[in-house]
């Protein structure tokens, strides 16, 4: 089993939609959770940071954190075909320490 | 925000020489950067730590005298891939987190890497 599971998907979706992507993990010393944006053949764009449980919201992207359940989620509003991506989770138990990644989940925003 | 500048986005090369990727942060210090290596539709797999001023630490599987990696300066890791063959082949992404305000790492706009 892999220490962060992540939804291949691809999820299609119309635009306008709420998107919701999501990680589960099974190591509960990770504190710091992240989400990645990645276009094909570009670097990862960070998107959101979070430290341990609760919300977090900008703009058209809010994060979610349950570290009680192990589980994290990324929603996104309004959803547009610019938001077609692979979109991934990553975390890690320290500040600093090497990023634990999901296998990424592809999302398509159908004009 | 923070930028991770990396060079080249693409390389092609015969097989046999080496090839060098630097990947700097542009607006912040980097104790710490990471090398990644992504093969299509992937997730992205981390092949070592590049820790300024000291060896850099590999991940198991990763031969290191293959992938040197050179962090000379709080700004400045590269990755020198010698003796290329076709196998490494693949697209090469680099890391880098704030040393001093922290947050998220950045990743470069990566290198893809063709051998012939």
């Known amino acids: 089993q892999k220490e962060v599971e992540q939804d291949p998907g691809p999820l299609s979706v119309p635009e306008g939609a709420i998107v919701s992507l999501n990680c589960t993990y099974s190591?509960?010393?990770?504190?710091?959770f992240m989400w990645y944006r990645q276009y094909s053949r570009k670097g990862p764009e960070l998107l959101m940071y979070?430290?341990?449980?609760g919300n977090k919201e900008d703009g058209r992207f809010t994060a979610q954190v349950d570290k009680s359940s192990k589980y994290i989620s990324l929603f996104i509003r309004d959803s547009q075909p610019s938001d077609s991506a692979t979109y991934l989770c990553?975390?890690?138990?320290?500040?600093?320490?090497?990023?634990?990644f999901g296998g990424g989940t592809r999302l398509m925003v159908k004009p | 925000g923070a930028v991770v500048s990396q060079h080249p986005s693409w390389v092609i090369c015969k097989s046999g020489t080496s090839v060098k990727i630097e990947c700097r942060s542009l607006?912040?210090?980097?104790?710490?950067m990471f090398w990644y290596r992504q093969f299509p539709k992937q997730s992205l797999m981390l092949m070592a730590t590049?820790?300024?001023?000291?060896?850099?630490?590999?991940e198991q599987g990763v031969e290191k005298d293959k992938f040197l990696i050179n962090h000379a300066s709080l700004t400045l890791s590269t990755l020198t891939v010698t003796s290329a063959h076709p196998e490494d082949s693949s697209f090469y992404i680099c890391?880098?987190?704030?040393?001093?305000?922290?947050?998220?790492?950045?990743f470069g706009s990566g290198t893809r890497l063709t051998v012939v």
């Open positions: 590049s820790n300024e001023g000291s060896k850099a630490t590999y």
């Open positions: 990553a975390m890690s138990a320290r500040a600093g320490n090497m990023l634990t």
């Open positions: 607006d912040f210090q980097a104790t710490t």
């Open positions: 890391s880098a987190r704030d040393s001093i305000t922290g947050g998220g790492y950045t």
């Open positions: 190591n509960s010393a990770f504190q710091y």
């Open positions: 979070t430290y341990s449980s």
